[in-house]
């Protein structure tokens, strides 16, 4: 018997060479993949073993021709993929994480492909295997409707129970062991083929089977005990992005909504999701995923290179995805409440939507606008109408806003004035946030001298003068209103 080390049987990187499990269409993706010119696009959920797939299969070709493996998660090989999309090279080009490149630079690629589909010398076209997450053959056509029936589209699911049971009797048989309570293995990855690779080499180390043996054991295994044992072996390399994702782009111990969007989604059992559909069916998380899906949650992705790497949303489709199996297993298995404790944040009983919530007469609305835009700049949960409408299609106003000036949210500014007094919305308003004046969670900016009744004119708020026709407004109000309210929410 061959002696094989448990890393060269049990792969957690790379291609395995010997406990690969081919998925059911793997010979009509080898067919295409050899096919000269023809464009094929590879889609499933992270950990269905879509890159491996393709890398088996180029090893498989055993051919000369040179592959060009290329994954928009690296700044380099995009600037290459730019390369490509522009020079148009002969040659076969593998292009992983496709959902990743910019919307200007996938319109591109497919028309490219189109162009190679349609050569009249497809030994001198340009081969592209696209790899990506769910829908992204969908996607593709939609961009370039007619090259449908040009181009190879195939999905990987995940490894069904005979699948994942042949991947682990495979490689127990390498190292000369028996590893039982395969259903075991199975419900915990749910066909995840890496997962699988991780478990049963964390498996065999926790018995001391390092390579080979010569005698053949059994090796029982607790799931849970092999379940810590792999999120400890995950925590250097993930902990770092998720506690600075969970953060947010500018810290405040009550800034909570990624800590809360990422918890769900860990529990949601999905890598790849919906946010509008999470945000429905989980109404614990509904406000904090409204209140960052548009602006905040692109933003600090793309403020912060690590958090890039790790975490992939889409802004327009409000697809959010982790690619990395590893780190969506670390992400379903953590201590949340250990993380909540490393992040900082403040343990409070309230369930808050938004920090604050504007209140303020139409009159005013360049003001309340553009006191909302700074704070949500600076990365503050603010409810102002205009940015929520979406959210709120088919609900009754009167119903969200007497829930978000009542209790959804920490604070109310009030923009108070003889508008605001007169007013129908804003006096439907107050008459709801009005309560609150007795736990110091209203706010008011004093506009004018209006008096109003339950809002006691010695509380202490803001006293501005706005005149739109001054063009210095804008400055004095960030220093005067805007900066003095992010410090009281850091408190």
Known sequence: MISLLVEEVFVTEGVP???????????????????????????????????????????????RAATEYLTAREAVDVSRIEAIARERPAGRFVIDDFHRLSAGLQTSL????????????????????????????????????????????????????????????????????????????????????????????SICLSAGVLETIKEKKSIEFEID???????????????????????????????????KLLRAI??????????????????????????????????????KPLVARSFYYNKETKSFSIDDPALFYFIQHLDWDQLRKDCGFRIVAENFDYEIA?????????????????????DVPVFYDEMF?????????????????????????????????????????REHFAPRVADGSIIPIYLDDTKFVGIPSDIIGFKFKFDPTDENWRSVADEQITMKLVDKLTE
């Open 266 to 303: 860990g529990q949601n059992g999905s890598s790849n999701v919906d946010l509008n559909e999470l945000a429905n069916s989980e109404p614990e998380v509904r406000g904090s995923i409204n209140n960052i899906k548009e602006h905040r949650l692109p933003t600090l992705i793309e403020s």
């Open 358 to 378: 504007l209140s303020f007469a139409g009159e005013n609305r360049e003001l309340a606008n553009h006191i909302a835009t700074q704070l949500e700049d600076l």
């Open 225 to 259: 005990k092999v379940r810590k044992e792999v999120v400890e072996q995950l925590q250097s390399a993930h902990y770092p992005a998720v506690k600075e994702f969970c953060r947010g782009r500018r810290f405040r111990p009550s800034n909570q909504p990624y800590y």
């Open 17 to 63: 060479a010997f406990t690969f499990v081919r998925p059911p269409n793997y010979n009509r993706i080898f067919v295409d993949v050899r096919s000269a010119g023809k464009p094929v696009i590879l889609e499933g959920q992270s950990g269905t073993g879509k890159t491996t797939c393709i890398r088996q299969i180029l090893v498989d070709l055993g051919d």
């Open 389 to 429: 409408e979406a959210n709120f299609l088919g609900k009754a106003w009167t119903k969200v806003f007497r829930d978000i000036f009542a209790e959804k949210s920490r604070f109310v500014v009030c923009l108070l004035d003889v508008h605001h007094l007169e007013k129908i919305w804003p006096t439907f308003e």
């Open 110 to 201: 497919a028309d490219l492909a189109k162009l190679s589909a349609e050569s009249s010398d497809p030994f001198k076209a340009t081969k592209l295997i696209i790899v990506g997450i769910n829908q992204i053959g969908s996607a593709l056509i939609q961009l370039v409707p007619d090259i449908a029936k040009r181009m190879g589209i195939h999905r990987i699911q995940p490894g069904g129970e005979p699948e994942i049971t042949q991947l682990i009797r495979t490689g127990a048989s390498k190292l000369n062991v028996e590893i039982p309570q395969l259903d075991v293995i199975f419900r915990e990855t749910r066909g995840d083929y890496w997962l699988t690779q991780q478990l049963c080499q």
